[in-house]
């Protein structure tokens, strides 16, 4: 199965430049999404020198795989956090939500950016008498959030689903997340900003005054270094224990009626499921957007089978006439409801964002704007609230990643040849994990028939990597590395490409 975002569709080519030369700056970004590009513009605005490396595409990373809606709540809704702390840290989460969003909003107009940004009504309902909905309602008035109640006026004929109970938040709003970065990244660009694609960064050293970046292109000296790859790049023990690495699914589809595209952003929770639905229009040409369906990441067995349920749910409930894009997306859940915004640790010049949930966008922006305030000793609000380092690292790292780098130097490739029955036996298309006297090694038939080997050991903690059929990928159930076919990094932690059999 191929998947594509919907946002790559109608995507503006951005052609930055690859990193040539050794150069030094204030402030190396690593990844290019929104959190990156944004602090890079207000480390620019502030007066630092700035560069971004992406090691792709500006915005084709989670930002490019999003559902695009902005809004002040979390996925959690309000009671997790209200129960886990209390009333006041959910109104200062909802308040420094609300100044992100509005920096996304004056950045839409002061750049006049095409991104098909529009104000929505956001309705959260429950299809059963669970009551979920009921107390967050409860929960939202003690903070003072303005929600409101759905009534039968949002039944049957304006409102395309059935609910039980429900309330509605006002001025929330959607866009297209991918051309938002891309102009975002372009208005960046310049004067004292670079930005860089296809640049990899492949390790870093932290020094006392300043680290040293490797990319696949050049080096790269820098006083700060900002983790924006959302989840922080390397081993780092006390982020990977707390985070926990989600793939959630998207389709985009036609309907036959082209009345019948509802406007508005829907999270509809059926039997603790929940189902994001939005419309997209780009000139014209709409589409109805479902996302859901989380699991771990590498834990699903057939990743397939989770896009199949979201076209499922759209067609008992509309007329479809085509089913145009499938994808497949990361996130990272924080243990305690928060993300880990701030420096690495407290003396640490390596900043780190994450932990945002399915709610990046805006936490996304939120980071940008606490961690260019702590480069540039700006005093946040709401820096403390959110720090990286509220958890310590464990001391036992080290260790556990050197028992994992020799595991993997004693892969023999001998053991695993296209000569093998179990190998040969793979059909095109197909993938599998293949034993050989304690060594396991992922193997895939192309349609072609061209067999590739790599080993099934994640570069990262030596875990066994998983298939994904609908993505095909090979993902880690550990921390949420993913590869590619050729074993090349796609996303979360990892560093180095799977180690090549043949
Ligand atoms: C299905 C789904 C739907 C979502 N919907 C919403 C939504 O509606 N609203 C919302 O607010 N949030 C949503 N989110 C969450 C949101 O998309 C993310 O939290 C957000 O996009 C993260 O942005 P980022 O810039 O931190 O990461 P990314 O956009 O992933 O950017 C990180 C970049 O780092 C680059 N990178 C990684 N490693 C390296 C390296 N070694 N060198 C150089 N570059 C590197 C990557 O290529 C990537 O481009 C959704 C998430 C998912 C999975």
New binding site residues.
């Given amino acids: 199965m191929f998947t594509k975002s919907l946002w790559n569709t109608f995507s503006k080519d951005t052609k930055f430049p690859s990193l040539k030369t050794d150069i030094s700056v204030d402030v190396a970004i690593?990844?290019?999404?929104?959190?990156?590009?944004t602090t890079a513009l207000l480390l620019k605005k502030a007066g630092l020198k700035v560069a971004v490396?992406?090691?792709?595409?500006?915005?084709?990373?989670?930002?490019?795989?999003?559902?695009?809606?902005?809004?002040v709540v979390t996925d959690q809704l309000f009671s997790p956090i209200a129960s886990k702390y209390d009333v006041e840290v959910l109104k200062q989460v909802v308040r420094s939500r609300s100044e992100a969003f509005q920096l996304i909003k004056n950045y839409v107009q002061e750049y006049n950016i095409d991104c098909d940004y529009k104000e929505q009504d956001m309705f959260i309902y429950e299809d059963d008498k669970t009551s979920k909905i009921e107390k967050e309602k409860k929960i939202a008035g003690d903070a003072g959030i303005a929600v409101t109640e759905m009534t039968a006026s949002h039944n049957p004929n304006t409102f395309p689903f059935d609910f039980e109970n429900g309330i509605v938040l006002q001025e929330q709003a959607t866009f297209n997340?991918l051309l938002y970065?891309q102009e975002l990244a372009r208005q960046a660009q310049g004067n004292n900003c670079s930005i860089y694609e296809n640049?990899?960064?492949?390790q870093i050293e932290e020094g006392e005054n300043e680290s040293l970046l490797t990319?696949s292109l050049g080096k790269v000296v820098a006083k700060y270094v900002v983790h924006?790859?959302?989840s922080p790049?390397g081993v780092e023990i006390q982020y990977h224990t707390v985070l926990g690495p989600?793939?959630?699914?998207?389709v985009a589809v036609k309907l036959e009626d082209d009345s019948m595209y509802p406007d508005g952003i829907y999270w509809g929770h059926y039997n603790n499921q929940k189902f994001?639905i939005r419309t997209y229009n780009r000139n014209g040409e709409k589409f109805l957007l479902c996302?859901g369906k989380?699991h771990k990441v590498g834990q699903a067995e057939d990743n397939e089978q989770h896009i199949q349920e979201l076209v499922t749910f759209l067609e008992k409930r509309f007329r479809i006439s085509e089913v145009s894009f499938k994808?497949?997306?990361?996130?990272y859940k924080p243990a305690d409801y928060l993300p880990y915004i701030g420096r690495k640790s407290d003396n640490s010049n390596q900043l780190i964002?994450?932990g945002?949930?399915?709610?990046?966008?805006?936490?996304?922006t939120l980071?940008a704007i606490i961690l260019s305030d702590l480069i540039s000793n700006k005093k946040n609000t709401f820096s403390e609230l959110f720090k990286a380092s509220r958890h310590q690292p464990l001391k036992a790292a080290g260790e556990f990643v050197k028992e994992n780098i020799d595991v993997a130097k004693e892969f023999i490739a001998d053991r695993f040849n296209t000569e093998d029955v179990e190998i040969r036996d793979i059909k095109p298309g197909e993938a599998k994990i293949i034993e050989r006297e304690g060594q396991k090694a992922a193997v895939y038939r192309d349609t072609e028939g061209e067999i590739s080997i790599n080993s099934a050991l994640c570069t990262h903690m030596g875990c066994i990597v998983h298939w994904n059929n609908a993505e095909n990928t090979w993902d880690c159930p550990c921390h949420g590395s993913r590869f590619d076919l050729k074993g090349e990094?796609?996303?979360g932690p990892a560093?180095k490409a799977l180690k090549k059999i043949n």
Avoid: C
């Fill in positions: 690593i990844g290019g999404g929104i959190t990156g590009i490396f992406e090691a792709r595409e500006i915005g084709k990373g989670t930002t490019g795989h999003s559902t695009g809606n902005l809004y997340p970065v640049t990899k960064v492949e990319t924006a790859t959302h790049k989600y793939r959630e699914y998207g994001s996302i989380p994808w497949g997306g990361q996130h964002a994450t945002f949930s399915t709610d990046g966008l805006i936490y996304g980071s990094v796609i996303e560093f």
